[in-house]
């Protein structure tokens, strides 16, 4: 519950946001080539909900108290994976460099909830195990 809740909660109140603001840095943005318009525009297009994903895999290990937290941060990285895939409309039948595409896209926030869930996770140890040591 506290990952899928920090997943709703972030994602509707704080992406949306940022993803308005974000648009209007980057809506001239014009991508050449095969690598940028199939790689680099997803990953620059979901940058805005990565950073929440971040933000929600940290909130996640801070408020889960277990042996291995990182576990509970791979809940909202799979809501994010699996949302990420959905709701994509196509006039014509997609290439696979669509799909590609279309799964950079996807996997981009759920990697950034996973890392940042990892991170966050060696930080709260180490503060665990400094306190613990009496000086």
Excluded at 55 to 75: N, Q
Excluded at 76 to 86: D, N, S
Excluded at 100 to 127: D, K, M, S
């Amino acid at each position: 519950m506290v990952g899928a809740g920090a997943y709703y909660l972030l994602s509707s109140w704080l992406a949306v946001p940022l993803i308005i603001g974000y648009e209007r840095f980057t809506s001239g943005t014009i991508y050449r080539g095969y690598f940028n318009a199939y790689v680099v525009e997803p990953l620059v297009s979901h940058l805005p909900q990565a950073i929440v994903a971040a933000v929600v895999g940290v909130i996640v290990i801070w408020l889960v108290e277990s042996d291995r937290p990182v576990a509970w941060a791979l809940v909202p990285a799979w809501l994010y994976a699996v949302v990420g895939f959905r709701n994509h409309h196509w006039m014509q039948p997609p290439t696979p460099l669509d799909r590609v595409r279309e799964t950079i896209g996807a996997l981009f926030p759920a990697l950034a909830c996973i890392v940042a869930g990892i991170v966050a996770a060696r930080r709260v140890t180490t503060q665990h195990e400094t306190q613990k040591t009496p000086d």
